[in-house]
């Protein structure tokens, strides 16, 4: 079966596109997706890119919000521009984000807390955010946190980004196909069609 | 009619893309195109982003490379990597779009400029370019170059850059269509639909 490593973070602005768009997309397609969470940020600050891509350029970021809308209008996705950006905390979140992977969870519990972020205003990676995310998949929150916190899945999640820098990314969302990068959820389909040919 | 101000760099690597579609796009939908060539780099150096956005990053270079690629055999446009990026000088080049914009032969003038570039490794702004992309379109390359370089129209490309940066411009290609900027050539489908709709 035809596949894609799917490498997100969870501060990624355009990466709620995707985690709307991917499930539905890949299914379609017969291309079974592995969700992997990791840390962007780290990887950005040693090449350079220390506050995010976009965070130092102001016509960029207002570029940036307007785009995303557009986007989300034209797929069809629900969308209300949060109220705090980038979020104060996203490790919790991608070390829960690892264990759902390890445990089956990950990609609901992915859709819920984008969702939750970008509909409702429930920041990501915020306790709020994270408790109804984790409950609405019948996670008991304080226990899944617990787990995620322990030593085994805090270094799963550190060597899936050690994983990340090795194949040079530098940006969410990424998806390697087949050996092929592909940066942005405006490749998702020519990632899902190079996954499919090759 | 609907219509789009179209703002290119000759310099600008993705530009290729669009340059290489736009035509045939716009004749499609019916979409009137303004060709505006303008100076980015002036406009990334105030914007702090002076050498580029991805000059700066090696990893984003080599993706880039790769997405080009990618991209141009998508689309079935001919694709070769030039051997030097970026090129030195685009000044007169840019100043040959805006008297081209004037006199009615910036569209064709550009796409062979482009092309030579893309497909011939013919460096784009360089003389062997230059000479022989006007020739090709029925200018005297000696003559069109001078008028090029009269103080009119050495203004013309200044007040150009001017009002690209009233537009809040941070690359190339950008798009104005009904008001609305789109930035890059994956966008210009959606420019194009914009237009149309509004």
């Known amino acids: ?61 207002d570029y940036m919000w307007r785009d995303l809308a557009r986007r989300a209008a034209e797929h069809g996705i629900p969308y209300s521009k949060p109220s705090l950006y980038p979020p104060k905390e996203t490790l919790t979140c991608a070390r829960l984000g690892v264990l759902g992977a390890r445990e089956g969870w990950c990609e609901q519990f992915t859709e819920n807390v984008f969702a939750l972020h970008w509909t409702e205003n429930r920041i990501i990676g915020t306790d709020d955010n994270l408790y109804a995310a984790l409950e609405s998949i019948g996670q008991v929150p304080a226990n899944a946190i617990e787990r995620a916190r322990s030593p085994e899945n805090k270094e799963a999640l550190k060597s899936q980004t050690e994983e990340a820098r090795r194949l ?22 020519q990632a899902l069609a190079w996954a499919k040919l090759n």
């Not at 355009?14 to 299914?27: D, F, P, Q, S």
């Open 1 to 61: 079966m035809s596949a894609i490593d799917f490498y997100f973070e969870y501060g990624s602005t355009y990466t709620y596109l995707t985690v709307a768009r991917i499930r539905a997309l890949a299914n379609l397609q017969g291309v079974k997706i592995a969700w992997k969470p990791f840390l962007l940020m780290p990887l950005l600050a040693e090449q350079g890119m220390i506050q995010g891509p976009f965070l130092p350029y102001p016509r960029k970021i």
């Open 168 to 189: 040079g990314l530098f940006g969410s969302p990424s998806f390697v196909a087949a050996g092929e990068l592909f940066w942005g959820d405006d490749r998702l389909e």
